[in-house]
């Protein structure tokens, strides 16, 4: 972590978030995970006192094999003026696909959430219009998630193997 602005702003959070667990990955991008309960605080205090005024992208992931936290939620903002962007993310639990919309923070969450909604079933709470967005209305899964094969079954000169599983 060479730039004093972000060594700035991590001190800032790790202080008023003392929870977060805050890594740097393999490509120098600074990611923050916390509980679902601290998301909305955290990216409230991010906008509104460091001024992280840009949302980029909010998107989610299916990871099966962890046990209690089988979903992510990741949010990743940018500080357009400092050229600072920080990568946040939250777990959750198949039996609790539940977390705080941002969309009173961030407009531009509306779809963000939707997406996220429509691939992996999360629900955001608070959202003003949770419902599919580029899937059709009338199909009962939630086709990003890691259940279902990556062929057709039917086939039988496929093999998942030759696909990463």
């Not at 008023?16 to 600074?30: C, G």
């Not at 705080?100 to 955001?124: C, H, K």
């Not at 949770?130 to 062929?151: F, G, Q, S």
Request: some cysteine; hydrophobic content about 35%.
């Amino acid at each position: 972590m060479e730039n004093t602005q972000l060594q700035e702003i991590v001190s800032n959070i790790e202080t008023k978030f003392p929870n977060a667990s805050i890594l740097e990955d393999n490509y120098q991008m600074t990611n923050i995970t916390v509980a679902k309960s601290e998301i909305y605080d955290l990216i409230s205090y991010l906008k509104s006192e460091l001024g992280f005024g840009f949302l980029t992208d909010i998107c989610g992931a299916h990871y099966p094999q962890n046990e209690g936290s089988e979903f992510q939620v990741v949010y990743h903002l940018h500080h357009l003026p400092k050229n600072v962007r920080l990568r946040l993310k939250v777990n959750l639990s198949l039996s609790d696909l539940s977390i705080p919309s941002m969309v009173s923070l961030f407009s531009g969450a509306n779809w963000m959430e939707r997406e996220t909604f429509d691939f992996y079933g999360i629900q955001f709470e608070g959202h003003p219009d949770l419902r599919r967005i580029l899937n059709m209305d009338d199909i009962d899964y939630h086709p990003m998630r890691k259940e279902y094969a990556l062929e057709d079954e039917t086939r039988d000169d496929k093999q998942d193997s030759f696909f990463g599983r």
